[in-house]
């Protein structure tokens, strides 16, 4: 079985400022992760994925993230936050034992940006 | 390059009736999604296809929903009759082997 956990629905920054949105997984075999944004009135966007290759990886928009086996954790962060940065986020993990088929997605964090 | 196209964009109907949801998929991606996103669900996956054949249909709520995928470029979701509790944003997505997801942007359904 694999999940992720977001922690915090709702995160507040100011325009400028960093952001960190949280996310950790559970998952028996090692695991695919991935970072999505979600605009309003769209579909999910790809920002960024982990695939056993290097343990800081690099999306669009400015954001990184790394992969932490020890805290089973696949933060998110950018380093100064944009106005345009202000949507829903998705942590999602796969596996192999599921054929990388079946992508579990978190429950979201809305990201707000304060001018 | 297009990407996955959903129609339509939105629909409003009443209970009882039949909603056909489209997908077509991003030409070469041998996998297509179905998913409803909901407030208090989230985003759940339904039902997912590999060269047009249903691979995994256990997320599908009930019998009132059915998927096809008749070819490798179309996809319908059915739901009949539709219900309030159907009301949702369905989400296609498709993709190649071993490769991220890549979504429309939704079909907002509204059972009234």
């Known amino acids: 079985a694999q999940s992720v956990t977001q922690l915090g629905s709702h995160v507040s920054v100011s325009e400028g400022a960093l952001v960190l949105l949280r996310c950790n997984y559970s998952?028996?075999?090692?695991?695919?992760l991935f970072w999505y944004v979600q605009y309003p009135n769209q579909g999910l966007q790809l920002l960024l994925k982990y695939t056993s290759a290097a343990t800081l990886v690099k999306g669009i928009n400015g954001f990184e993230a790394e992969f932490k086996k020890s805290e089973t954790s696949f933060h998110l962060t950018k380093p100064s936050a944009h106005m345009s940065d202000a949507a829903e986020y998705f942590c999602?993990?796969?596996?192999?034992?599921?054929?990388?088929?079946?992508?579990?997605f978190g429950t979201g964090t809305k990201l707000q940006v304060i001018p | 390059d297009a990407g996955v196209i959903q129609s339509p964009r939105h629909e409003v109907t009443e209970m009882g009736q039949e909603v056909t949801l489209r997908c077509k998929p991003i030409s070469g991606h041998d996998y297509l999604f179905w998913y409803r996103q909901t407030m208090m669900r989230g985003l759940e996956l339904l039902i997912y296809?590999?060269?047009?054949?249903?691979?995994?249909d256990s997320g599908m709520p009930e019998d009132r929903f059915s998927a096809k995928m008749p070819n490798a470029s179309f996809s319908t979701l059915k739901i009949q009759p539709s219900e309030p509790r159907d009301s949702a944003v369905y989400f296609c997505?498709?993709?190649?082997?071993?490769?991220?997801?890549?979504f429309g942007d939704g079909t907002r359904l509204s059972i009234l």
């Open positions: 296809f590999n060269n047009n054949v249903p691979i995994d």
């Open positions: 998952s028996s075999v090692p695991p695919y």
């Open positions: 999602a993990v796969t596996s192999p034992s599921g054929g990388y088929q079946k992508v579990t």
């Open positions: 997505a498709s993709r190649k082997e071993n490769q991220p997801q890549h």
